[in-house]
């Protein structure tokens, strides 16, 4: 073996023997630390280990359990959704939502929403309710819902489905659920009729009543007000929620009678005017359904806004028209007019003697030719008075167009105009 080598060899068993010797120490110090260890310290470490083991294994149980409430009440919810879609559709549109976990709306089921509303109604400002075997806590001062057993809170909200050109919000629609003295015109108004203040809304309704004066086929009308310049003074809008749903149902159980019956209605034949039509586009009367928008003259103020409160009447209304007793509406304000004031068959109005207009949406129904063999024993809705028949009396025809219902319900006060002529 070359000196090198030897040198080498020297150099790696010098190294073999101090790791061996660091080795040596440091099983020698684990020894002295387990043995200077009681029983009692070892039992300890033990317990301690054992702790933790079962803390971890609760967290993650736990985790597991709240995972499966989540799961679980999705499921719910998607049960409850498939249920909804073979339910018919909320008569009146009103309904209490919840927030799914994707951020979207949906309605509770018709049992849980009634029982929300009437509990909302009471004055209750907390509530307790189960739903699909769920139990939650219901806060209607921070619009919330939690579950009982997760803790798990999602926001609620109430969908008023109230027309949108009213203006009002859902939150200030929740007001006219609660009686008098629990928010409602606790001021002694009647915020059911809302006077107009805006330049616009009373220039465009001006422009209504004027633009309504010509017969249906674009001549004008020779009538003592259809040579008028109409001048609004004041307007009033009505926002009742209680006759505007006691008119949606109304409207759903015509609907209802076209289906079963296989009746398709016919557009209205002549059209209303044009100006009459433009205003029922920007207000969303259904125009398609034969929904249409109409005056109604009527000789007193004070009847007026009976009428905004209560509906139509037909009780109050004339009984010796030409085509029953009913409601009589029509497509042209010069002939709403001549009912607008005491005198209106042979005065204009004025200063004086203000005239009262109603603008309202009445549904209308005509039979189809395709419809059903029994169609022709279904009673009609409403009578169109069309120009051109005869009206009944000698020799007598039909000047203005005219439509009458005979149902209180199936007309809904816009508007009241209150007007004077030039």
């Known amino acids: ?143 919330n819902q939690t579950n009982k057993r997760t803790k798990k809170a999602r926001s609620i909200r109430f969908f008023s489905n109230l027309p949108h050109h009213w203006g009002i919000t859902d939150a200030d629609s929740l007001k006219m659920l609660l009686p008098v003295n629990q928010g409602n015109g606790q001021d002694g108004s009647d915020d059911r009729i809302c006077f107009v203040t805006d330049p616009a809304v009373m220039s465009t309704l001006e422009d209504l009543l004027n633009g309504s004066k010509r017969r249906h086929d674009g001549t004008g009308c020779d009538c003592l007000h259809g040579r008028s310049t109409f001048r609004l003074v004041e307007a009033y809008q009505v926002k009742n929620r209680e006759l505007w749903r006691r008119y949606q149902r109304h409207v759903r159980s015509i609907l209802d009678k076209h289906k079963q019956h296989g009746i398709k209605p016919r557009v209205i034949d002549p059209p209303v005017g044009e100006a009459l039509t433009r205003f029922a586009t920007d207000i969303q009367v259904d125009l398609v359904g034969n929904e249409l928008l109409l005056f109604h003259g009527t000789r007193e103020f004070d009847l007026a806004k009976t009428i905004a409160k209560e509906g139509f009447d037909n009780r109050i209304a004339r009984s010796g028209g030409l085509y029953g007793s009913g409601t009589y509406f029509a497509a042209q304000t010069c002939k709403s007019a001549q009912y607008a004031t005491n005198k209106g068959m042979q005065e204009k109005a004025s200063t004086q003697l203000m005239g009262t207009m109603l603008v309202a949406r009445p549904p209308t129904k005509n039979v189809s030719a395709s419809a059903s063999n029994s169609a022709h024993e279904i009673r009609y809705d409403s009578i169109i008075a069309k120009p051109g028949i005869p009206n009944g009396q000698s020799n007598g025809v039909q000047v203005h167009m005219e439509f009458v219902t005979f149902a209180p319900e199936q007309a809904y006060p816009e508007y009241i105009l209150r007007f004077i002529e030039e």
């Open 1 to 143: 073996m070359s000196e090198k080598s030897k040198d080498a060899e020297i150099e790696r068993l010098k190294s073999a023997a101090a790791t061996s010797e660091k080795n040596k120490d440091a099983e020698i110090k684990r020894l002295k630390i387990a043995a200077a260890m009681s029983d009692a310290e070892i039992k300890g470490l033990k317990a301690k280990l054992e702790s933790e083991k079962q803390n971890c294994w609760w967290k993650m149980s736990s985790q597991q359990n709240s995972r499966s409430a989540e799961i679980e009440q999705m499921m719910n919810e998607m049960c409850s959704m498939v249920r909804r879609l073979h339910l018919p559709p909320q008569v009146d549109g009103e309904t209490w939502q919840y927030q799914t976990n994707s951020g979207e709306w949906a309605e509770f089921q018709d049992k849980a929403n009634k029982e929300l509303m009437l509990k909302f109604q009471e004055g209750q400002q907390t509530c307790e309710m189960t739903i699909d075997g769920i139990a939650y806590d219901y806060d209607f001062q921070v619009m």
